[in-house]
């Protein structure tokens, strides 16, 4: 069985800073990892995945997120935000075997402050 | 191209009382999940229709929850009879066979609020 943990649940930031948000996951096989945003009163909205190739990943709105399989990790970073990227991240793991169940973590909310 | 939609956006009812929330997935997909989110917990999967048929039930909490998606189109998850502990958001995600199999990618629907009193 996998589990993700994301270790924040809320991250106030200033406008223009820089940000990560941090994911750490545990799989006995090998795992895709994904994250996904849900803005205020929308549905979830794919940000980004690794499946494979690259350990570092870009997604849209200027999102990126590295893959460190030693540590476990898949920490979402973006080197500026902007207050439309106030929203709730959540990052999800699906082995690699499996169908296409997603295991998701507990999701962290940014509040991105003028 | 429409998305996932799902009705109704909120629901309240009283405990004991029975909900049907509806899912209509994008045109052409045949996978369709549900999951839900409790109480700011993390989103945890329920089940996996693929076209009419049950791939995988088993984040089903009881037998008060029933699923069904009859003619492989659109899906229905009835509560009967609510609990305090099934409010919550349930979301609705739907993917192609192939292109789901392959990257993961799941898109889903506003989701549907329940709050049971």
Redesign the interface.
Known sequence: AQS?TQLDSQVPVFEEAPVELRCNYSSSVSV?L?W?VQYP??????LL?Y?SGSTLVKGINGFEAEFNKSQTSFHLRKPSVHICDTAEY?CAV?RGNA?????????TRLMVKP | EAGVTQFPSHSVIEKGQTVTLRCDPISGHDNLYWYRRVMGKEIKFLLHFVKESKQDESGMPNNRFLAERTGGTYSTLKVQPAELEDSGVYFCASSQIRQGARTGELFFGEGSRLTVL
């Open positions: 993700v895709y994904f996904y009163n929308q549905g979830l909205q794919l995945k499946l959540f699906r169908g296409n169940m997603l295991t998701f973590g507990g999701g």
